[in-house]
């Protein structure tokens, strides 16, 4: 009776606090909508009916006479900003305030991921940003074209070869897209040739597997981390299985190696990050460091070109007239020995427009979760003072933004014409953001345009595309995976053209 007596009286006080924390946006006179016991405002999220990005969608859509709107991770109050001015403060101007990303990933825990820059805080971030953004610089970018040329003559036999991808049962376009990439992250970052189109389950590929298909564990951690934030701060997250994380360090050290005793100096990411070893006064720059750098580049390097490269693939595929269009400019851009030259392939207006409204239409990432670091006040557009609270969670909303009519007209239509030089003006800041903004915005955009665009150049030139009846249109998301992947996959019949 006692035991019972005590258990009610806990749930009692429980609920009371949870009561409590969820006045914290109203006490505040910010706006939002109406959280519920322990899930706050994730509820549909924890039954796994739709991804967080999705609830952050229906917020910013819900709330549209609002500039911020105050809502609940279990009861961690957070704010979301629909006001792309206010956005521009945060990521921009006011960066100072809102300089570290929502996570927490404990470098003891997951050496590889915890010394990622998404991942990485304060100063710390600050010194290997600074490190790391020599190895993007278009110089650097020229000189791994051709590797990356290669690798799409190669992915094209490749799709020759495979009666199926041509027959009416298509070819799983992300797969594909997998194996085009992770050529190119093996030449670029490690100078290995990753045999992703002569074998099936290549050393290379069955490593990204690992790599990117997190055990059962980590996946509902990653999910109950979004959903309930404290939960990163007590259990020990480990993104990097520990497998891969030896297998990564033995790859970097039998090749730094080899490149010592056989005085090999290679222009690619593995050269840059021993240099730093040699040069860095910052702090001390261990060989887990290297490793880490490499296995950052090698994860970074291929997983989301591949996502958006697949949905580029689709795009063009559901709409014949935009691909027929994009056919004409890059027949027109080969040369006499059937190459793309990378200067030519700068000036490819239309392949631009594709590749940024593919990213306005199906951005890999739908959020952006920053932290205020410190306390900031504004005055809003009603005049009303507003101050931000260091420790306040901030959710950017890319996707909800993206697809507002207010900023894109007709915004389900995939329309590339958008992105040429005489729209291009028009695209008010910050409503689009595929790859962030201001000082934290992605430090790979030109790696990943690249290789995406070559690669589209390559499969337009050589088929044509339809959608295979395998995909599911309208596209599903997987509500367990925190990149936006499409349920079923992305099915394209490709057609060798004569
Ligand atoms: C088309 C492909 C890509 C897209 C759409 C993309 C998108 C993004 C986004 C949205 C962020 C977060 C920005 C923020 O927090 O404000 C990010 C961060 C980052 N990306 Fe990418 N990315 C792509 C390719 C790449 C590639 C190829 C690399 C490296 C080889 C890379 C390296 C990074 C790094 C290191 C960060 C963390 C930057 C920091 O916090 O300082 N990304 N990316």
């Not at 961690?76 to 927490?104: A, Q």
Request: net charge neutral; with cysteine; hydrophobic share 40%.
């Amino acid at each position: 009776m006692i035991t019972i007596t005590f258990v009610v009286f806990l749930i009692a006080v429980i609920y009371y606090l949870v009561h409590l924390n969820h006045q914290h946006w109203k006490k505040r006179g910010i706006n939002g909508p109406q959280p519920i016991f322990l899930a706050g405002n994730m509820g549909r999220s924890i039954l796994l009916q739709i991804q967080p990005g999705e609830i952050f969608t229906d917020i910013y859509r819900k709330y549209n006479n609002e500039s911020i709107v105050g809502a609940f991770k279990s009861f961690t109050p957070f704010l979301l900003i629909r006001d792309p001015d206010l956005i521009k403060e945060i990521t921009i101007k006011s960066f100072s305030h809102f300089r570290d990303n929502d996570v927490e990933i404990d470098k003891k825990v997951d050496p590889i991921f915890g010394r990622n820059p998404f991942v990485l805080k304060g100063e710390e971030w600050k010194v290997v940003r600074a490190q790391l953004t020599p190895a993007f610089t278009s110089g650097k970018m020229k000189w791994l074209y051709p590797s990356w040329e290669n690798n799409s003559s190669k992915m094209v036999q490749f799709l020759e070869q495979r009666p199926n991808a041509t027959n009416g049962n298509g070819y799983e376009a992300k797969e594909l897209c997998t194996r085009f990439t992770l050529n190119n992250v093996g030449d670029s970052v490690f100078g290995i040739d990753a045999k992703c189109f002569d074998e099936d389950n290549s050393e290379f590929r069955q490593l990204a597997k690992d790599f990117f298909t997190p055990g059962s564990w980590t996946i509902i951690t990653i999910l109950i981390a979004n959903i309930f934030p404290f939960v990163m701060k007590i259990l020990p997250i480990r993104f990097c299985p520990k497998s891969v994380e030896k297998k990564l360090t033995q790859i970097v050290s039998q090749t730094l190696q080899y490149r010592e005793d056989n005085n090999i100096v290679r222009n690619d990411f593995l050269q840059i990050i021993r240099e730093l070893k040699k040069t860095s006064k910052d702090y001390e720059f261990t060989d887990l460091d290297v490793t880490a750098h490499a296995a950052g580049f090698f994860g970074d390097g291929y997983e989301t070109s591949s996502q958006v490269m697949s949905f580029v693939l689709y795009h063009l595929a559901a709409n014949e007239d935009v691909q027929m269009k994009l056919r004409n400019e890059i027949n027109e851009a080969f040369d006499e020995k059937e190459r793309l030259p990378y200067e030519v392939l700068q000036t490819l207006t239309y392949l631009d427009g594709v590749f940024n409204e593919t990213l306005r239409l199906t951005p890999p990432v739908f959020f952006l979760q920053k932290m205020c670091t410190e306390d900031f006040s504004y005055v809003s557009k009603d005049s009303k003072s507003v101050l931000i609270e260091k420790g306040t969670p901030i959710v950017l909303p890319i996707y909800g933004l993206q697809t507002d009519p207010q900023y894109f007209e007709d915004p389900e239509s995939f329309k590339p014409e958008r992105f040429l030089a005489e729209n291009k003006e028009r695209v008010k800041k910050c409503t689009f953001m595929p790859f962030g903004e201001g000082p934290r915005a992605c430090l790979g955009q030109r790696f990943g345009a690249l290789q995406v665009k070559v690669g589209v150049s390559y499969l337009i030139k050589n088929f044509e595309l339809r959608l295979n009846k395998k995909t599911q249109v309208p596209l599903k998301f997987d509500p367990a995976n925190v990149l936006v992947a499409p349920v079923g996959g992305l099915w394209i019949d490709f057609k060798k053209i004569a």
